[in-house]
């Protein structure tokens, strides 16, 4: 079946830091993946999404490339701020119907 | 604010009650799905319904069901509780069918159920 896993957390960094947080897939056929971001008290924002191999997302900084061949979509940011403090969730989805599989999700602690 | 409501936004329960989430997607969002996130099985899928008829199932107990209405907000019931369905569900909504290629899925901020 399909899974994601991505690196535990917590990851605590200081303002300005890059942020790197992993995450491989295993799936059948070609899967779309995403990261989602969820801030302290909300549901789940999509942060970005690539839809195809060597496809990168990005959005508010944030940047992650599709890589078939290593079955990875690592999200990286060059600069973090103490806003960025959130947990982030890596997913995949083989289903038009946009069912989604999440990874179990990294805490992002960002500190002044 | 996503536009997706859910209520109540904390619920306390005891054991072998039954309660029922509410869930009121995008105006316009055909498409509902239900997630529920727990500190030993992450973030799961547990259903979706597209224009009131369900569409996919995944990781949902028996003793779990749910329905989209005509006004397309949708239900959560989750009967005979037991203390590990303490969790926070999540109800999502998007326009679909192709929600995951050329939409994205809307998140409502959760039920937090806590069964005592």
């Known amino acids: 079946g399909n899974s994601v896993t991505q690196m535990e957390g917590p990851v605590t960094l200081s303002e300005e830091a890059f942020l790197t947080i992993n995450c491989t897939y295993t799936?059948?056929?070609?899967?779309?993946l995403f990261w989602y971001v969820q801030y302290p008290g909300e549901g789940l924002q999509l942060l970005l999404k690539?839809?195809?191999?060597?496809d990168k997302g990005s959005n508010k900084g944030f940047e992650a490339t599709y890589r078939k061949e290593t079955t990875s979509f690592h999200l990286e940011k060059g600069s973090v701020q103490v806003s960025d403090s959130a947990v982030y969730f890596c997913?995949?989805?083989?289903?038009?119907?946009?069912?989604?599989?999440f990874g179990a999700g990294t805490q992002v602690v960002v500190t002044p | 604010d996503s536009g997706v409501t859910q209520t109540p936004k904390h619920l306390i329960t005891a054991t072998g009650q039954r309660v029922t989430l509410r869930c009121s997607p995008r105006?316009?969002?055909?498409?509902v799905y239900w997630y529920q996130q727990s500190l030993d099985q992450g973030l799961q899928f547990l259903i979706q319904?597209?224009?009131?008829?369900?569409?996919a199932k995944g990781n949902i107990l028996e003793r779990f069901s749910a329905q989209q209405f005509p006004d397309l907000h949708s239900e959560l019931n989750l009967s005979s509780l037991e203390l590990g369905d303490s969790a926070l569900y999540f109800c999502?909504?998007?326009?679909?069918?192709?929600?995951?290629?050329?939409?994205?899925?809307?998140f409502g901020s959760g039920t937090q159920l806590s069964v005592l």
């Open positions: 999502a909504s998007s326009v679909a069918p192709q929600a995951a290629t050329n939409e994205k899925l809307f």
């Open positions: 799936a059948t056929g070609y899967p779309s």
């Open positions: 690539a839809t195809k191999a060597d």
């Open positions: 997913a995949l989805s083989t289903d038009s119907w946009g069912k989604l599989q």
């Open positions: 105006s316009g969002d055909l498409s």
């Open positions: 319904y597209y224009n009131g008829e369900e569409r």
